[in-house]
Structure formats: C-alpha cells, structure tokens
C-alpha cells in the first residue's frame, strides 16, 4: 500500500494535467474511488495512515506562508459573511447527508457541528481558486487562511459539544 498510494496519487496528478482539470477535485475523486472500490484491502488508507501527517504540514505551511497579515484588515465583511456561509453550509448539508443516509435525528442535528474545525478542503479549493482567479489571490487566502484558523481554535469546542449531546441522546 505505501507503493501504491504514491503511485496513484501521481497517475491521478499526470491524468489531471493532461486532462487539464482540477487537481484537488481529481485527487478527491480518486480518493473516493479508493475508499469504495479496493476489494483488497479492509481499509484502504490504514497503511498510509502514519505517513500522512508530514504532507498535511507541508499543506499548511504552504497555504499559512502565502497568508499577508497586511490585507486581514480588509476582509471584515467578507470574513463574516464566509463564516456565516461555511457554518450553514456545514451543519445543513450534513444534516441532509445524515437524512439521506437515514441516520438517527440526533446525528443529523450535530454532526454538521461537530465538522466545523474541518478545513482541509476550504484551503485546497482556495488555492485552486487563486490560480483561476489570480487577481482576488490575496483577498481569497486571506479569508479563507484567516477564518481557518478562527476554525480551527473554536471549532474543537463545537465538536466536544456535538460529541456531548449525541451521546446523550
């Protein structure tokens, strides 16, 4: 599996070059594709489980140095309205998942809450963003690397809290 991984990512990484598409929604399709269709693992990503974390750091440090402390003043309504949106967007679009999937009420009502320190995906898309849109770069890093890390310190709490009253319920 630490052969194979590597070797998908970069035919996944050759495929999207060549096809001239997103990198990030590719590599989320392969991952996807992965999870579901390899018969011949329990769980596909156990074996890479313990190596990942140097490439998440590498991720964010990338994304975190492209940050100009400069432009996060300029980004007050914008923030709020990305803050609004990204929590609706969490917690009603997992509960629909939750509803989908037939879930018990409790699960659906949290678990758009318990995902709110999740970011992962924002940073990705912003990059991608920024190369599309080079002219809003700053403005587009600054809001989502900023309310990222506003995630990421109040959104640990959430979860705790979603955790808390799922298991109660």
């Not at 060549?18 to 018969?39: H, R």
């Not at 409790?106 to 809450?113: A, D, L």
């Not at 890093?141 to 640990?156: A, D, N, Q, R």
């Amino acid at each position: 599996m630490l052969a194979e991984a590597p070797g998908l990512v970069f035919v996944c990484g050759g495929l999207a070059v060549w096809l001239n598409v997103s990198f990030l929604i590719a590599s989320m399709v392969m991952g996807t594709v992965v999870a579901n269709l390899a018969k011949h693992h329990e769980y596909p990503f156990h074996a890479i489980e313990d190596i990942e974390w140097p490439f998440m750091v590498i991720f964010f440090v990338l994304a975190g140095a492209s940050l100009e402390f400069g432009t996060l003043k300029d980004i007050g309504l914008i923030g709020a309205v990305y803050v609004v949106c990204r929590i609706a967007g969490k917690i009603l679009g997992a509960g629909f998942g939750g509803r989908c999937s037939q879930a018990n009420r409790v699960t659906c009502r949290w678990v758009g809450v318990a995902m709110l320190p999740q970011a992962g995906a924002a940073m990705g898309m912003a990059l991608v963003a920024t190369s599309l849109l080079p002219e809003y770069r700053q403005v587009v890093l600054s809001v989502v690397i900023s309310t990222s890390v506003f995630f990421e310190l109040i959104g640990p709490l959430f979860t705790r809290l979603a955790l808390r009253r799922a298991a109660g319920s």
